[in-house]
Every structure is written in C-alpha cells, then in structure tokens.
C-alpha cells in the first residue's frame, strides 16, 4: 500500500512539475493517468505561459489535456464564453467537451458542444450561461451569423485537428468565425500533418507561434502491413472469411462511401457476423448509440468510412481492414493509426482490386511503408455484394486496371507465409457534419515472427 501511494505521488509530481492546477491534477489523478504523454511534456508548460502553440499531433496522443489545462487555468465562470475549440466532426467534439468538462470541474465551468444534425434552440439557450463552447465550424458559424453566439470575451481559440478541418472544406467558416475573436487572444492549433496551408493560418493568426512536434502514436515496429488482391466480385467473400476465423480482437473497416458501409454491414449481418456501421448519413443521435454500443463492446466490428480513421476515442484496436483502398497516402496513414498504439500489436489488411491499383502504387510509393503482399487463402463463395456501383465508387477509380498485380513485390509463395499461408462539397444544409464522403485475418499467427510481444 505505502509503495502504490508512493507512486502515485511521484506521477503526480510530474504532472505538477508541467505548472497544471490543482484541480486538474486532482481530475488527472481519479482518471488514474501514469505519466505525461510527449505532447503534454512539451506543450503543457507553453500553453501555461500564454503562448500561441503549433502542435504536431494526432488523436489519441493527450492533447486535449494541453488545451484542456490552460483553459481550466485561465477561464473564469460566468463571464461569458472566454475559450472556443474548433473540431471537425461532432463525435470529437462531444468527446473533447466531455473531456474538458472532467478537467475544470473543480472549477465548475459550463461546457457546450454545439454542432449540426440537432435543434438550434436548446443551443441558443444553453450558450447564454456558457463559459467554453466546443463545436464545428458550420454549426458555429450559423449562431455568429444569427447573432446567438458572443465571441468578443474569447481568450482562447483551439483549433483541434485543424487539417481535417482543411480537408473537409471548412476554411473559410473557420476564418470568418477566427475574425469573431479578439486580436487580443492565445491560439493553439492542432495537427497531425503541418501542411503549407497550415503554416499560412499560422502565419495570418497567430503571434510567434512556437511549433512542438511528437513522435508518431503508431509504432511501425509493432505494425504488420500486407494486403490481398482479390477479384472485386469476391472481396466481400473474403472478408467473411477471415473474419469468421478470429474470435477476438477490435476490428475497423473502412469503406469509402457511405453507401458501401450500409452494404457491407448487412452483408455481414446475413453472414451471422455482428458489426456496426457508422458514417456521415446517420443522425447524430444514431450516431452517438452506434459508438456507445461500441464501446460497450455489444459488436467487436465497426464498419465506418473515413469519418472514423480520425477523431473518435476508439481504444485497443487490433486490426484494420481497408475493404474499399483509399485515394491518398494521408488517408491510408490516418487510417491504419488507429492501431498499434501505446505498445499494442496491430494489423492493417488492403483488399486491392484491379480497379484500385493506380493509388495503391500511390501509397506505396509516398507513405514508405513495408506492405507484403499475401496469397488468396481458399475459401467459400458467399453471396455477393455490388460495391461496384458507379454512384458509389470514387471517380478516380473507375474503369482502371492497368498495373502489375503484384505491385513489384515479391513473388507469389515467397514471404513470411509461403504456401501456407474526393473530398466533400461544403454546403449550408450539412455543416457542423464530419463526413467526407482480427481478428486475426486469418493469418497463421503460430508462424508471425513479427511483432513478437502481441500479448502485450
């Protein structure tokens, strides 16, 4: 007992050494944290001293304590809304508000999320006594431009996953909304990619900013990458098959329209596989059941298009299934990130159908990552699923087949296994929305020389 309290005290020691209040350290102290992550080390004691902050991190990496502190640190309660953060997608801003929430509630600061896909009027009424608003920018937008919304007390502005924000469109909402806000005011933006774009808001709102870079969540060590290169008229079967073989795990599989997701979900329904299918067309509040059923563990399958690769809390994932391949490098990153995390194993598995090869060869080439490729394992034919449809694939994949099929990679039996073995339009009716629009595999594990620790 005296060395468990000796511990923890040493673990709050260093959190307190970071200069974070009491009633954070007391918050990070019931949440049973061991140890200040690498972005807390370096951008803790930065945004503490009032510093505008570039930050070079991805989801899951405990940035929302960076903000988190500083905010509970410098707001005071019922002065009006003196801290606003921007997200993409309404789940991170529900879990970022609920995050904040549990930081400063010592402090008893009112927290809202605001965001698209719900009544304007409880909004309206709720930001009246609201001290920290987190919300998307199409939802924030509409209350500046209905007046519902004061801006003028800001003495923070977070700009959270700000290049998804890019990628979504959202730019100009977030520029009219950033011209809301005093000059006067800390601003810390978040980022896993720093692109030109994202310099140049930097260099337009921002006041000597100080950049902080951490190290990739994902470790490329404990991260086993192949793909399979099936007919597309049997991935669907495949992808029954392997995952009827594993009986464990937390599994993602990404599609890339919303249409495909609805697809595959019944699909494997009337497979007797249970999964859950979340995308950019449910409501919020099917949304919300979908990622609380999740997390409850009622399905260990989610499939979800990209609005899932970044910004949910989606803990322990052991396995990435790319059903659909993505158009780019980033997207491909962001998606197998959402594995091997904090030491875990993790395997991401591409389904590469003719038609996919062109940005397959993309991603090989630009993300440098090791992909072997595997050979067609034998199983049954199951009823088939037209994800082939013209209104559902991207228009940069039809019609393509050209390319080797085996992408310059090693001959068929060779490796570990031998034989054995665009983004979418910005439109007022959908703003505050987050959508762009093993499991083992079945993989001899017995015979997985790499990672070596999986148990871990």
């Given at each position: 007992m005296i060395i468990v309290l000796y511990y923890i005290s040493l673990t709050m020691e260093k959190f307190r050494k970071l200069g974070i209040s009491e009633g954070v350290l007391n918050a990070i102290k019931s949440a049973g944290f061991t140890e200040p992550s690498e972005i807390q080390e370096k951008a803790v004691p930065l945004v503490l001293q009032g510093r505008d902050v570039i930050a070079g991190s991805a989801t899951g990496s405990g940035k929302t304590l960076v903000f988190g502190a500083g905010i509970a640190d410098k707001v005071k309660r019922g002065l009006g809304i003196q801290a606003l953060v921007m997200t993409p997608t309404r789940e991170l801003a529900e879990q970022v508000a609920k995050n904040i929430r549990f930081f400063s509630e010592r402090s008893r600061l009112k927290t809202k999320e605001i965001y698209g896909g719900v009544g304007m009027g409880p909004q309206i009424n709720e930001l009246r006594y609201t001290d920290i608003v987190v919300g998307t920018p199409g939802r924030i937008l509409d209350h500046v431009q209905r007046r519902t919304i004061n801006l003028s007390r800001v003495k923070i502005l977070v700009l959270d996953e700000a290049d998804r924000m890019l990628d979504m469109g959202f730019i100009r909402d977030v520029e009219k909304i950033i011209a809301q806000c005093p000059k006067e005011r800390q601003t810390l933006l978040f980022s896993a990619t720093i692109s030109p774009e994202i310099v140049r808001i930097?260099?337009?709102?921002?006041?000597?900013?100080?950049?902080?870079?951490?190290?990739?969540?994902?470790?490329?060590?404990?991260?086993?990458?192949?793909?399979y290169d099936p007919p597309i008229e049997e991935k669907f079967s495949l992808l029954v098959h392997l995952l009827k073989l594993e009986k464990n795990g937390v599994v993602m599989v990404f599609c890339n329209t919303r249409r495909n997701v609805d697809r595959l979900e019944r699909g494997l329904h009337n497979?007797?596989?249970?999964?859950?299918?979340?995308?950019?067309?449910?409501?919020?509040?099917?949304?919300?059941?979908?990622?609380?059923?999740?997390?409850?563990?009622?399905a260990l399958i989610l499939v979800c298009t990209d609005v899932a690769a970044r910004g949910l809390d989606i803990p322990n994932v052991s396995h990435?299934?790319?059903?659909?391949?993505?158009?780019?490098?980033?997207?491909?990153?962001?998606?197998?990130?959402?594995?091997?995390?904090?030491g875990k194993n993790g395997i991401a598995i591409s389904f590469v159908c003719p038609g996919d090869r062109s940005e397959f060869k993309q991603i090989l080439r630009f993300s440098s990552c090791s992909i072997e490729r595997l050979i067609m394992p034998k199983f049954e034919h199951v009823a088939s699923i037209d994800f082939k449809s013209n209104d559902d694939r991207k228009v940069s994949r039809g019609g393509r087949g050209g390319g080797s099929r085996h992408f310059g990679h090693r001959a068929e039996g060779s490796g570990r296994f031998g034989q054995n073995k665009g983004k979418p339009?910005?439109?007022?009716?959908?703003?505050?929305?987050?959508?762009?629009?093993?499991?083992?595999?079945?993989?001899?594990?017995?015979?997985?020389?790499?990672p070596k620790n999986r148990h871990k």
């Open positions: 930097a260099d337009r709102y921002m006041r000597n900013p100080i950049q902080v870079a951490v190290k990739n969540q994902v470790d490329p060590s404990q991260l086993y990458q192949a793909f497979q007797g596989i249970r999964a859950l299918a979340i995308h950019g067309g449910l409501s919020q509040n099917q949304r919300s059941n979908v990622m609380q059923a999740f997390h409850e563990r009622e990435i299934y790319n059903f659909d391949i993505p158009s780019t490098p980033t997207e491909y990153i962001h998606r197998i990130g959402r594995t091997a995390r904090a339009r910005h439109s007022s009716h959908n703003r505050g929305d987050s959508q762009p629009e093993g499991r083992r595999n079945g993989l001899p594990f017995r015979r997985f020389q790499r």
